[in-house]
Structures are given as C-alpha cells and as structure tokens.
C-alpha cells in the first residue's frame, strides 16, 4: 500500500476513534441514569436489560480502539448484570436482588468512572502492517531474483526460465539486502551464500518465498538450510521445467495467504468500519453489513471466502443467523467466525454447536484481526480447490470450465461486447508419455498451465478440459488479439526445454479460437473453437487457426 494510501487508512481510524469516544460517552451517561433509577426503584426491567447491552458492546469495542481500560471494567459491570439478562429481564424478585447487587457494588460509582477511562488509552497499538504492492513487472510477469556468485550460471538460469513467464535476474550477495523486496516474488539464492552468512539475508517482514539452490542434496544440507528458514529447496543439476513448477506453487500460496474475501456483519457502525479498513489495509477484499435482513442478498452477490459475525446484533442472535445460512446447501461449507466479548467457553462451543466454525474474543488486535482472517480464507480457498481445481494444474475442472464461458457468452449477448474462446492442445502428447513417463508428462502439462497463468490476463478464464487439451475464454477481445496473444503463447511453449530419458526436449501446442459472442450457444462456440483446432492438427499443428468467418456467422444466425 502506497505511503498516501496508508496516511488516509491511519486518518480515517482516528475520525473513528472520536466518534468511538463521543459515542461511549453518551452510552456511559445512558447506564448512569439507568441504574440510578433501578437504585431508587424507578426504573424498569427493559432498562436493566438495556443497561446491560450496553456495556457489553463496551467491552467488546473498547479495546478495538485503544481503550483497554474502558473494556475491562465494562466487561466487569457488565458481569454485575448478567445473571438478570439470563433471566430474559424478569421483574420481581430478580430486579431487587439486582438492585442490591448494584449497590453493595458500587455500581453507579464504577460506572461515572469509565468516563475517566476514555482519556486513557493504550501508547502502543498493535496495528495490522498494511499491504504491500503488486510482486510482478509491468509485463505482469513474476519477479524474481537470483543470489548466485557465479555470474555466467545465473545469466543461464534466468534465460531458462523466461520462457516460462518469470522475469528472473541476477544480483550479487552483496547488492540483496539493498533491493526493494516489495517488488519480488521470489528468491533463488545458492546454498553457499546462505551458510556463509548463516541466515537469509533478508528483512523477515513479510518477505517473498526463498528457493536454496544446493550443490548436495543430503539430510544434513536439506536440515541445516530448513533451519535457516528456507521456503523450498533444488539441488543440481537443475530440471527448469520442475523449479518453474515449484516457484508457481510456493508464488500461489503466498499469494493465497495473503488475499481473500471477508464478509464482517456487525450492527456497531464505528467497529464495522473499523475492520473494515485493518482489513482492507491488510490486503483482504471487504464488505460490510449493518443490517442482518441483508445478509442473503450480500452474500449472493460478493460471495465471500469467509464471513465474521458478531454474536448479539440487537434482537438477532449471530448462532441464529449461521444456522439459518446453513439451510441452503450453497453456504453449508462457509466458514463463519463470531466475534464476542463473552469469555465463557461453554457458551462459545454451544455458539460454534449452531453452525459457527471459530470464535475471536473481543477486543481483537488488528494484527490478530488480519492473520485470523488471512489464515482462514487462504484454508476456506484451498477446499474450495479441491471441489472445483483440477489436482494436477490448480485450472478451473472441465464442467466449471464450461460454467463459466457460457457465463461470458451470456455477458457478450447482454452487453453486445466481443470475446474469444480457444481451445489448445499438446502436439505430440501420447509421444512423450511413451518416451519420457508419465511423471515427465505431467511436467509438460503443468508446463503450460503454469504458461497460460503468467501469459494471459488476470480476467481470462483458463481450463484443463482433459489430458493435454485446455480451454480459454478471452473477454473483450477482439479475434486478432486473440490469435497474437495465443501465438505468443506457442512460441513461448516451444522454448521450454524438459528432460526425459534421452535428454532434453520440446513440446508445440496447436490452438483454434472462435468469436464466442458470434454464436447462440456457447457450446457452439467451443465446438467451432475445437473444430479450428483439429484444422491446426490438420495443416502441420505448431499454431493458431481461426474458425472459418463464414462458419461462425453461419452459426450465429
């Protein structure tokens, strides 16, 4: 995040601090005059009961924003009135023993003192670090840096890896620690270095993956390296095609562990847009809800990885709400989170028993606030996976493959707007299982799966169809667009070297494309698509064939 972008985010939470502060200070004046009445019987059993809903939104909040003091002792007086509230604010007996219970307190007393607590806040607080910027060129293609003294073997190693859509470069040891890491994906640093200087040489705030390049491979090496803090670890001679795969996958969980969608419901105005904004700053996508009665429509539309949901908004119970979101099979695995100032476990497992996943006591940090929400969203994404990821490439499955060009050939027919589908293929594919094995053959599949990601744009939908052939939809684009990009991404194909049996070797791709919005139904589309495809295969493969224009307007008629 940008130094102007943070000052704003810093401005914005001490606006809410005030208004937290002039807030607390008329809810405290409320609780005065309610127990005052209660003291000298005037009051009633909805004001004990209002009385106590306000100090625990005290002690909930307080904390949130500096007022660690406040929200202790307002947890304590809340704890004074509690066992009326659990009596669903019965009168008689109950509010006279309540109103000894207040008096031998010293109710009234501690309450006109949490006004002085609001002039007393925490010097140091634990402030969530903001997000950094985007790790890639201005290309989109992952940075990475290469620590190796010999000069001559990194310029090799970064060539290797171009074709693979990394831009890689080399750095002496000595220049590292000076480089901007907010820029860099990953590190590729020689096994040497890092045992002469006995620890990664780098700030451990936040820093991208580190990849140790040894020159052996035993436990001892793969241990000591480990101990060091080493993500991932290759030893030589290197395999390029299996280190670009490796690289991918450490970039994605990085990725992944530090983005998200969180949907925080709250019926606190001020605490609602405070997480919002640790969050936002954090890194995470937010949205925030005020009102329970517009969960459904909300969550229909942001679908979130996650939700955080405090337990008590008003007349709505948060293990209420989460029972009532599991009816429909679409939310049963949603993970939920309540937040509360309750302390009693037992309460906490009977909350979770509704259909809670985890419980955060408040007053949470922002720094816990963002790890917690972070932490949960990458593990919500990664069953996500499971369910709609190939296993092998991390592409969208055959049958969501589909769902989703037919969900932009009924935006191309809403919006009157052009895009492309392609369907690719591996020339040759049966060959290198059958020279190399199939452990080799999935190299090259990911090969290009890992291709598609770092060449395409963050909009188009990539799919694993099945075997080696893969489907692309390019919205808003044109077909001569597509066919650049798509030859591009054959002649990068064709560079990758991988190593089989009888040394090293290179795989083409052939691609048809078809106008998806020149088409009535998408799966005229991708047939027109595979039927270009198949002419490819036809004329030679290595390339990129455009449906026949007759064809297509032929079809859209």
Request: with cysteine.
């Amino acid at each position: 995040m940008s130094d102007e972008k943070t000052a704003d985010v810093l401005r914005k939470l001490d606006v809410l601090k005030t208004r937290f502060r002039e807030k607390a200070s008329g809810d405290i004046n409320l609780v005065t005059l309610m127990a005052q009445d209660a003291i000298a019987g005037k009051g009633s059993s909805d004001d004990l009961l209002r009385a106590y809903q306000v100090l625990h939104r005290l002690a909930g909040s307080a904390g949130t924003f500096g007022f660690r003091a406040l929200g202790d002792e307002a947890r304590a007086l809340e704890l004074i009135l509690k066992p009326f509230s659990e009596n669903d604010g019965e009168a008689g007996e109950s509010v006279e023993k309540v109103k000894d219970d207040l008096h031998h307190a010293r109710f009234i007393e501690r309450v006109e003192g949490l006004e002085r607590l609001l002039n007393i806040e925490e010097t140091s607080p634990d402030t969530a670090e903001m997000s950094e910027s985007s790790k890639v060129d201005a290309a989109g293609q992952p940075v990475v840096l290469i620590v190796e003294p010999d000069q001559a073997a990194a310029e090799r190693l970064s060539n290797a890896l171009a074709p693979h859509g990394f831009n890689a470069y080399p750095v002496a040891p000595k220049n590292l620690v000076s480089e901007n890491l907010s820029r860099i994906s990953m590190v590729l640093i020689r096994d040497n270095v890092l045992i002469a200087q006995e620890q990664i040489p780098l700030s451990s705030g936040d820093r991208p993956p580190v990849i140790c390049i040894g020159s052996s491979d035993t436990f001892e090496d793969r241990y000591r390296l480990a101990a060091l803090g080493v993500d991932g670890f290759v030893s030589e001679p290197i395999d390029v095609p299996a280190l670009a795969d490796y690289m991918e996958r450490l970039a994605n969980e990085k990725l992944e562990s530090g983005s998200g969608r969180v949907m925080v419901i709250d019926d606190d105005p001020e605490l609602l847009e405070r997480y919002s904004l640790i969050l936002e700053g954090g890194g995470l996508e937010v949205r925030g809800v005020s009102s329970p009665s517009d969960i459904l429509g909300v969550l229909s539309e942001f679908r979130p990885d996650i939700i955080l949901m405090d337990v008590q908004m008003g007349r709505f119970s948060g293990p209420t709400l989460a029972k009532m979101l599991r009816f429909d099979p679409e939310w049963v695995g949603l993970h939920i989170i309540f937040l509360s100032s309750e302390e009693d476990r037992e309460f906490q497992f009977d909350a979770l028993s509704q259909g809670g996943d985890d419980f955060l006591t408040k007053p949470v940090s922002d720094r816990i606030l963002v790890q917690a929400a972070k932490v949960r969203c990458y593990r919500a994404k990664q069953l996500d996976k499971l369910a709609s990821r190939d296993s092998l490439t991390g592409l969208l499955k055959h049958s969501l493959a589909n769902s989703e060009v037919a969900k932009e050939h009924a935006r191309c027919r809403r919006l009157a707007h052009h895009s492309v589908v392609a369907m690719l293929d591996l020339d040759h594919f049966k060959q290198v299982n059958d020279r190399h094995g199939h452990r080799v053959g999935d190299l090259v599949i990911k090969g290009l799966a890992n291709l598609l990601r770092h060449r395409l744009r963050k909009t188009d939908i990539i799919g694993r169809y099945g075997g080696e052939e893969f489907i692309v939809a390019l919205p808003d684009c044109s077909i001569e667009d597509a066919r650049q990009s798509m030859q591009a991404v054959c002649e990068q194909m064709s560079k990758i070297a991988f190593s089989g049996a009888g040394g090293t070797f290179s795989v083409t791709l052939s691609i048809g494309i078809a106008p998806l919005d020149s088409y009535e139904k998408p799966e005229d589309a991708i047939e027109a698509a595979d039927r270009a495809l198949y002419v490819r295969k036809s004329a030679g493969r290595n390339g990129v064939t455009i449906v026949n224009d007759l064809d297509s307007m032929k079809q859209g008629a």
